[in-house]
T-cell receptor, first 114, second 111 residues
Framework: DAGVIQSPRHEVTEMGQEVTLRCKLI?????LFWYRQTMMRGLELLIY????????DSGMPEDRFSAKMPNASFSTLKIQPSEPRDSAVYFC????????????FGEGSRLTVL | SQQGEEDPQALSIQEGENATMNCSYK?????LQWYRQNSGRGLVHLIL?????REKHSGRLRVTLDTSKKSSSLLITASRAADTASYFC???????????FGQGTRLTINP
């Protein structure tokens, strides 16, 4: 299996632009997590899906952030409009059936908002 | 707020020595996990220990859990340069369906 696949790996954009990050889960996994990592705040859970349904989005910073899971193997995280404080590495992770079991992480998408 | 807090924040040792990292947490848990992150890469799961377990081994890794002290330790024996990475503990607060990660320990193995 190829593992969790994220794209793009790097994104540089200007403030106000829309950013879309993509994630492909491991086949057979049904839980999907979006995390954000910064030096100041560490690794923060943004949102968690189970069987394509958002279960916990309490970590989503504000309405500028939205996440979707249109099918069992794919998810997007959208930021519109982007701001410099959104600069971070965004990780997608998946697991088999449990929110608190072993997570499989992608390599991350490094976002820089100028 | 962070559920897990690692100590020390940074650790530098010579190759061949043992490395010990600690994690403290605040609320009762169902399990505790350790992950490794190489620079510029995603996190990789190392080991999971359940709340009813006290010790677990995996290769050169040894994890202990003391639920009375709300703490865990990760021991890497006979360290290698390839062990250079950041190490994170992650906990699931009982009743909360999510993993919360600590700030990590940055481990450097000097050849």
């Amino acid at each position: 299996d190829a593992g969790v696949i994220q794209s793009p790996r790097h994104e540089v954009t200007e403030m106000g632009q829309e950013v879309t990050l993509r994630c492909k889960l491991i086949s057979g996994h049904n839980s999907l997590f979006w995390y954000r990592q910064t030096m100041m705040r560490g690794l923060e859970l943004l949102i968690y899906f189970n069987n394509n349904v958002p279960i916990d989005d309490s970590g989503m910073p504000e309405d500028r952030f939205s996440a979707k899971m249109p099918n069992a193997s794919f998810s997007t995280l959208k930021i519109q409009p982007s701001e410099p404080r959104d600069s971070a590495v965004y990780f997608c992770a998946s697991s088999f059936s449990s929110a608190t079991g072993e997570l499989f992480f992608g390599e991350g998408s490094r976002l820089t908002v100028l | 707020s962070q559920q897990g807090e690692e100590d020390p924040q940074a650790l530098s040792i010579q190759e061949g020595e043992n490395a010990t990292m600690n994690c403290s947490y605040k609320t009762s848990i169902n399990n505790l996990q350790w992950y490794r992150q190489n620079s510029g890469r995603g996190l990789v799961h190392l080991i999971l220990i359940r709340s009813n377990e006290r010790e677990k081994h995996s290769g050169r890794l040894r994890v202990t859990l003391d639920t009375s002290k709300k703490s865990s330790s990760l021991l890497i024996t006979a360290s290698r340069a390839a062990d250079t990475a950041s190490y994170f503990c992650a906990t699931d607060a009982s009743g909360a369906q999510k993993l919360v990660f600590g700030q990590g320990t940055r481990l450097t193995i000097n050849p």
